[in-house]
């Protein structure tokens, strides 16, 4: 088990714990350091750093994942120690979940086109507080017994090439990078194997001013990781990495904590943060 996870949402966005229940689930699990990186959300950041200043051991970083299109498939971009009291930040991410929540209506009417019936408000019942996402929606097939797990329901109606598939106001990766910035925070690649060819994006995104990319992360192998490692020296990048925790189809997603990050990998992210967003931070 490892002690840093820089990769987790809750119900803020997609997940299924509470920001205060993914702390506490941390702390439980032993973790040291954890980021919550809800999708387009920063809602979830002050209850979780609420609850982490109950705890002696557990240090927390707010964080975001910010969404982006790019033709060949999806970037996600972390942003770890931002101002997530900035206006600016908050308004862009206002326009994002409004977007995601059109898309997802879209796609329930496209599945009843196919005679999948599921109903919209279940599936906000499902997102409860949080954004609606594909992955609401895949639980409300679940429900249905539509589909067998979770990821049935992206293979046969939501992946990006779907047949339910709806798009979305878009931002490119460079854009979320920008944003990332001005909000003081330090950005980098999520998971970057989405797109086919990542070096391409690298070093687009380093341009605009991105700091690492996510190596260690779910189910990559370690020949995958140390691809990404080897990207990361080539280009000055620092690497970070995490579970993508959800807690959605716990038999068979990466759990908490499940991907062995090292430490040095937090040691390196606050060396590129700034003092201030650091002291904003739960850290000791």
Not at 6 to 25: C, F, M, N, W, Y
């Amino acid at each position: 088990m490892s002690k840093v996870d820089l990769h987790i949402h809750s119900t803020a966005s997609d997940g299924r714990h509470s920001p205060q229940e993914i702390v506490r689930k941390a702390a439980g699990l032993g973790l040291e350091v954890i980021a919550l990186t809800d999708h387009d959300s920063v809602d979830g950041i002050a209850p979780a750093l609420e609850e982490a200043r109950k705890l002696d051991r557990l240090k927390f970083i707010p964080a975001v994942e910010v969404s982006t299109d790019v033709p060949s498939g999806e970037v996600h971009v972390l942003g770890y120690f931002i101002d997530y009291t900035s206006e600016e930040l908050a308004a862009a991410l206002e326009r994002f979940r409004s977007s995601r929540e059109g898309r997802a209506q879209g796609m329930v009417d496209r599945l009843a086109g196919l005679g999948v019936h599921i109903s919209w408000e279940r599936v906000r019942e499902i997102a409860g507080t949080g954004t609606v996402g594909r992955p609401h929606i895949a639980q409300a097939l679940l429900e249905k017994r539509y589909i067998r797990s979770i990821g049935e329901a992206f293979g046969r109606y939501i992946a990006r090439d779907g047949p339910a598939y709806v798009e979305r106001e878009k931002m490119t990766p460079v854009e979320a990078v920008q944003l990332i910035l001005r909000s003081r925070g330090v950005a980098v690649m999520a998971h970057p194997f989405t797109v086919p060819e990542p070096e391409a994006t690298i070093v687009e995104m380093k341009a605009a001013g991105m700091a690492g990319i996510e190596a260690y992360y779910g189910h990559y192998t370690g020949e995958e990781t140390g691809t990404l490692i080897a990207l990361a020296k080539n280009h000055g990048l620092l690497v970070t990495g995490g579970s993508d925790y959800h807690g959605l189809d716990e038999s068979k997603e990466t759990p908490m904590g499940g991907v062995e990050v090292p430490m040095e990998a937090v040691e390196t992210l606050m060396a590129r943060a700034e003092p201030k967003m650091i002291k904003l931070a739960y850290l000791r």
